[in-house]
Every structure is written in structure tokens, then in C-alpha cells.
């Protein structure tokens, strides 16, 4: 499914992340982690301890305590509100386009709070129509989720109406640094996870200015995407040679293929990996 001028809705999204959950779940992290991992240096080929280096990041990046009233906007399956809630008390609320995802999210909050009460919970819905009030938040994090939003200046506006005077957008995201995308990135790259495509690392800092933030922070972290998908390659190899079945060892043996595209993408500039903190001024413009 891949015609130039196709547009993915937010339903072909919803449904992607929907019927994708078990598989991810399966193979990528078996607590629905689901995001670009923040490496040490090349030779670091640990997913999973980088995947919550990059949350620790944005968490440092925000000053997140106790005080902050959170928003994951396309939390997926909830890991980084239930662990930073865990970690400093914080309030929070998870939104996510995915049903499945949300009830996935629900029940390991429903596990945890057997534990300790958490004062978090978690809402089915898009951020481009957020079911809060305006000046609700302190913080709106987000993961690798705001570029699949189809209409953009929606959920950029849909952030800014909910956060605080005053507020923080801290947010990892995926980049398109330049316009033109080749046939071969676009099938491997873009309609793999329905995305239409995205920003510039520039791109993206005009379209939360145009949105009314000023700009705090801005990372360029490329080398990060790359070393997540030539790490997950190989374990997608590996683990395709023990493989419960044939369906499975051949999904697995696809990814692979694909993060090795992946890496031709970027280094071709066709795909990229930042990191942004943004504020809503403490008088705000619109
Ligand atoms: C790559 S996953 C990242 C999930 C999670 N942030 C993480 O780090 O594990 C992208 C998520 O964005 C969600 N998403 C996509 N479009 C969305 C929208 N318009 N509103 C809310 N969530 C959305 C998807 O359902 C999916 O769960």
C-alpha cells in the first residue's frame, strides 16, 4: 500500500497500532515499550537500557517532581507514566489512539496499584481532540507518537491549549529532513508504521513556534536511530532462528530487512530522530 500521494487517516493509524500490539509484544519489549532507544556510544547494543535512558532524558529535560501533572500523548502501553509516577509521585494522564494499547496500559496500572496507588490513569483518544480542559497540565511528554498524527497544527494547537501558562512540551519524535523520499524509504520507513512523514529538525521548531511555543531545547540525535534499528536488526535475526513458527521466524526476517533500510534511510537523510522541549509562555499569545 504504497501509491506517492496515499494519505493515512487517523484511522488507518489506529488500526495499525491495534493489530500490531501482540506482535510487538512479542518480539520488541514484552512490556509494550515502543520507542528510539538513547545509546551510550557506538558499541552500546543494549535496546532496553537506552529505551529508558531516552524517557530519563526527557524526564531530566523537564524537570519532572512530585508537583507535575503529566500528559503522555500516544502513551501506547503506559510504561513511561506508570514508571515515572512510581519514581517521583507525580499526577499524570496517558491518551492514546489505540484501544488496545489503553487496555493493555489499564491493566498494568490496575497490577501496579495493588502495589502502591498511583495517581495516574489512562483515556482512549486523539490528540487531536484531547479530552481535557484547557490549562490543565504542567507537562505534556510524548514518545515517537506526534508524527503520526495526520493534521499536525491540530495536536500542536491541542498541547498548547492544555497546558498551563508556563507549561513544558518535552518530546522525542521521528524526523523527515528532507522533502523528497525515495520509493524504497517510503515502503520501509514511512508506510511500514502508516506515517505520512514529518519535519525537519528546523521544520519542526518553526511549526511549534507558528504554534504559539518558544523553543527551549532541541537536539539533533540521528546516530541514536540508527544504532536502535542496526541493534533490533540483529536480534530480529537472531531470534528468527528459533522462531515458534514460520509466520513468526518470516516477520521476523522482514524487520530485519527493513532496519537495514532503515539505516540507508537516514544515511541518506530520509529519516532522523530529535528531541524538543517547548514552552508555552507564561502569557500567552494566543
Ligand atoms: C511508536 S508508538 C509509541 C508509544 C509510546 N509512546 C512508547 O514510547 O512506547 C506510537 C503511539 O502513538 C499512538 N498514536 C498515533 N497517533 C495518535 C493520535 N492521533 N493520538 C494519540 N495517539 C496516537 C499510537 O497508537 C501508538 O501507541
Redesign the pocket.
Known sequence: MSPADHVYT?AD??EF?DQTLQTYLAFWDST????TGYFTGDADDDYWAAAGRASDVLIADASIDRSSYVL??????G??LVDVAKRVGCRGEG????EE?INFARAKLDRENQRQELRIGFRH????RMPYRAATFSHVI????LC??PDKPR?HAEMYRVLRPGGLLAFSDFLQPKKQISQRAREHVYDRVRWNGGYSFVGYQAALVEAGFEIILARNLESHIRQTYRVLGKVARDRAVTAPDAAARDWMLAFSESCREIQTAIDHGEFGWGMFVARKPETPTR
Request: aromatic share 6%; charged share 20%.
Open positions: 487517523e493509524v489506529r497500532f509494550g515499550v515502543l520507542h503522555d500523548a500516544g502513551c501506547g502501553c510504561n513511561f491518551l492514546d489512539l489505540s494499547r483518544g486523539s490528540a487531536t510524548s514518545q515517537d507518537a503520526l498524527v495536536s
